[in-house]
């Protein structure tokens, strides 16, 4: 095992990597959601459903902005944040992989507590059934894009989980 990083060199610095990859995730979530508005009938009129939820709700209290750009913005800026944190902490578990297994449960609760708020704010009456699954669904492909883009500018990644479990 070496303490040198085996991903792949790339001429941008590691933040902006991250912010492409959390950009890409973020539109692909947001495609999504309009796509399963569109098959469900609701069109673009999901996004102002799905503006309702928690977060485009604070985004909405400080910008007053409607409750479709209010989750565009929101959703946007978390996997931006997502994108730069997820590639530096990939970073950090190419040198210490035993890592990885602690950033594996962070995630796992973290998507469980998402999945906590977002059925509580559905029993809640702030969404209802189609808004409330539209948003699982459109969440669930985006973070899919998320890890395969950080495994993507990060393979190492992938070659360090392996090593943690076969060690």
């Given at each position: 095992m070496t303490s040198q990083s085996v991903s792949r060199v790339h001429p941008y610095p590691g933040w902006l990597q991250g912010i492409l990859v959390g950009l890409v995730a973020g539109v692909v979530g947001t495609l999504t959601l309009i796509i399963v508005g569109a098959l469900?009938?609701?069109?673009?009129?999901?996004?102002?459903?799905?503006?309702?939820?928690?977060?485009?709700?604070a985004v909405r209290a400080v910008?007053?902005?409607?409750?479709a750009v209010s989750?565009?913005?929101?959703?946007?800026?978390?996997?931006?944040?997502?994108?730069?944190?997820?590639?530096?902490?990939?970073?950090?578990a190419d040198r210490i992989p035993v890592l990885l297994t602690g950033?594996?449960?962070?995630?796992?609760?973290?998507?469980?507590?998402?999945?906590?708020?977002?059925?509580g704010w559905q029993a809640g009456g702030h969404f209802d059934q189609v808004t409330w699954r539209a948003v699982l669904i459109a969440h669930a492909v985006a973070d899919v894009f998320l890890v395969l883009g950080?495994?993507?500018?990060?393979?190492?990644l992938r070659q360090a989980f392996r090593r943690a479990y076969q060690e």
């Open positions: 469900s009938g609701r069109g673009l009129d999901i996004l102002a459903g799905v503006g309702m939820g928690p977060w485009p709700s910008t007053g902005a409607s409750p989750y565009i913005l929101s959703h946007t800026t978390l996997y931006l944040l997502a994108g730069i944190v997820g590639l530096a902490l990939a970073r950090v950033l594996l449960l962070l995630l796992i609760v973290v998507e469980f507590g998402f999945l906590v708020v977002m059925t950080i495994v993507r500018v990060h393979p190492s």
